[in-house]
């Protein structure tokens, strides 16, 4: 069993919660309890979920992984910087109904919810969440921090930059769906080691 402690209270952090218990893997997780400076939250008192104190206070522990569930990307920065400091380790996770396609690359403390589709050669930064039913087009970028809602689309090629949110039912497009020839045989390569910035993608930073 892997414990899991939720750093804040927001509602990300409860949604990811839900989405693991009610997935197939949810017997290899249990969730001990949450951190938060500002004392016990209702929303969490509601499934019964222990609070363990402030931030200065907690006891960071290798074995144990990390959510970071805070609304601020700053803030979010801040703790993940404490943690991994500590010696702390974060959560990871691909849902069990998730499509990740062809040499996608991913960073660390990615959360990755139900019937999500990430096609070939993408990138998903860490700390970034896809909730659910998002799609993630070919060649395309999630930076670090990002969060996608439900049912958001990122159009083939487009890197989102730092932090960006993409609300429910969000869809960002490319306005360049095809790539010159030189650039025909990406799919072939080893995406960490791509040039990045030269290949002609809209980034919206």
Same mark, same amino acid.
């Given at each position: 069993m892997i414990n899991v402690i939720i750093v804040g209270s927001s509602r990300l952090g409860l949604d990811i919660l839900q989405l693991i218990e009610n997935s197939h893997s949810c017997f290899e997780y249990v969730f001990s309890g949450y951190v938060d400076d500002q004392g016990p939250a209702p929303l969490y008192q509601d499934v019964n979920?222990?609070?363990?104190g402030k931030v200065k206070d907690l006891i960071v522990q290798p074995k144990d992984?990390?959510?970071i569930a805070v609304d601020s990307v700053a803030l979010r920065i801040k703790l993940v910087e404490f943690i991994s400091g500590a010696g702390g380790n974060f959560l990871s996770y691909i849902h069990p109904t998730a499509v990740l396609g062809n040499s /996608?690359? =991913? #960073?660390?403390?990615?959360? +990755? @919810?139900? *019937?999500c589709f990430v096609a070939d050669h993408c990138h998903l930064g860490s700390f970034s969440v896809l909730?659910?039913?998002n799609l993630i087009?070919?060649?395309?970028?999630?930076?670090?921090?990002?969060?996608?809602?439900?049912?958001?689309? /990122?159009? =083939? #090629?487009?890197?989102?930059? +730092? @932090?960006? *949110?993409?609300?429910?039912?969000?869809?960002i497009k490319s306005v360049k769906t095809s790539f010159p020839v030189e650039y025909s045989g990406l799919e072939k390569e080893n995406p960490i080691n791509f040039q990045w910035d030269h290949i002609p993608w809209i980034s919206l930073n």
């Open positions: 979920m222990m609070y363990l992984k990390y959510i /996608v690359t =991913k #960073g660390e403390g990615v959360f +990755v @919810g139900p *019937y909730k659910s039913r087009r070919k060649y395309a970028s999630i930076g670090m921090f990002c969060l996608l809602a439900e049912n958001a689309l /990122v159009g =083939k #090629g487009i890197s989102l930059g +730092v @932090g960006n *949110y993409l609300g429910e039912g969000s869809v």
